[in-house]
């Protein structure tokens, strides 16, 4: 176990920050960070938007469902996937490229690119003794987010990243046994996959108990089920097509 | 700078491996790593395969393009993104989520939170002196990949990852300017990302020139605007739907 192990392994979600600022080398090495992840087909298909004028850090912390600690934080930033940096540089040459950028696999790219360099930022600013967490709640309403932000077409802003110094202690909920989330040679019969999420419904059940003093007794089966029996965000389709992207 | 900063920013992809294998014990510490990474709302949406069968890696080596160091290396993951786990929880309780997870919302959480675990495995693999490169190519015939791989339905292979002990030491890109990547409060004007672009340009230019003593003369506005001129995988649209995501 080295430190790189130990930082990644002790991750818990940080949700109250102290009052104090990121110093802006810090900031710089954090982007940095995110620039040095892998990138499909050297495309680098992420930018980043750092959150920094209190009102707009206000206004999104309301979009995102009122959650503080959006405005109440050292850091804010937005990762975004960004076609909008290759359509200009197709421009340069007088080529057209949107083909290219409204399909499936660019999506998938541009998704996997921004989450990518996300993760960098988030284990690096742990690494200097700074909390993070993901705002998938910037989704909640995501044009009002969007404008906000200036986001032109094909500029699409994934999730947010509240980060600052922890000035909170949060428990770490058990994560799925390792057999569930980790086969062998081909995904697993569901007879097996049903008998460890019986296990892990146990377990996650017993540590929500002791938490809340008895009073929440179910585990993540129950909880996951509940949470995802009326869809999401059911607009996102809609709105993603309109920033031209997902589209074919 | 500390270790793990130095170790972000140290990565170069790495696509020739010493025939060494990995130990279990380093495995199973890669896999807690990934576990260990933010996931929305406690979804955990990501699945790892573990391809072990030298014929199937051989298999997967030929579907992803003939990339050799995806059949040789010290081992090789497949990080999918995974619904049929909150599927079968669903209906242990009788109850049906399919109107959630084919989401385009589903989609794009499930495809971040596969992402945050694998670059977790990244960065964690190369703190204990291996290397990594990520393999798009499996979505170059996703189809066999998942059929290969034994994937039912609401799991997608997203991409895979090889590990192992370097064997070569491959320069480094330079990436884009970070005022290009990193915008403060709004996106910025287009007008400022062509003045980075035509910079970048000219920077990347003088890379490939040393490298190839002056064969390549082109930069990355030009690589990128050709390489992108025809849409890739165009069938993935169709796929994705077919295995019940990014439908609604």
Redesign the interface.
């Known amino acids: 176990?080295?430190?790189?192990?130990e930082?990644?392994?002790?991750?818990k979600?940080i949700r109250k920050f102290k009052d104090k600022s990121i110093s802006e080398e810090m900031i710089?090495?954090l982007?940095?960070?995110?620039?040095?992840?892998?990138t499909?087909?050297?495309?680098?298909v992420?930018?980043?938007?750092?959150?920094?004028?209190q009102e707009?850090k206000q206004k999104l912390a309301e979009l995102a469902g009122n959650q503080s600690y959006v405005a109440d934080n050292g850091y804010f930033f937005v990762f975004?996937i960004?076609y909008?940096?290759?359509k200009?540089?197709?421009e340069?040459?007088d080529?057209n490229?949107n083909?290219?950028?409204q399909?499936?696999?660019?999506f998938?790219?541009g998704?996997?690119d921004a989450?990518?360099a996300?993760?960098?930022v988030?284990?690096?600013a742990?690494?200097?003794g700074l909390g993070?967490?993901?705002i998938?709640g910037i989704?909640n309403n995501l044009k009002e987010v969007s404008e906000?932000?200036?986001?032109?077409e094909h500029?699409l802003p994934?999730?947010g990243m509240a980060i600052g110094y922890p000035d909170a202690e949060p428990g770490k909920?058990p994560?799925?046994p390792?057999q569930?989330?980790?086969?062998?040679?081909?995904?697993k019969k569901?007879e097996e996959?049903?008998k460890l999420?019986?296990q892990y419904e146990k377990e996650t059940a017993e540590y929500y108990k002791k938490r809340t003093g008895g009073k929440r007794t179910e585990g993540?089966?129950?909880?996951?089920?509940t949470?995802?029996?009326?869809?999401?965000?059911?607009y996102?389709?809609e709105f993603?097509r309109e920033k031209g992207l997902?589209k074919?």
């Open positions: 176990m080295n430190e790189v192990i930082t990644i392994l002790a991750h979600s710089t090495t982007v940095e960070c995110a620039q040095a992840a892998s499909s087909s050297y495309q680098q992420c930018t980043i938007i750092g959150v920094e004028d707009k975004c960004d909008n940096r290759h200009v540089a197709a340069m040459l080529k490229i083909d290219t950028i399909s499936t696999e660019a998938m790219v998704t996997v989450s990518l996300a993760q960098n988030a284990v690096a742990e690494s200097l993070i967490v993901y998938g989704r906000l932000l200036d986001c032109p500029v994934l999730f909920k994560r799925l390792i569930s989330v980790f086969h062998k040679n081909g995904y569901n996959t049903k999420l019986n993540w089966v129950t909880q996951i089920t949470s995802m029996s009326s869809p999401k965000r059911a996102m389709k993603v997902n074919t």
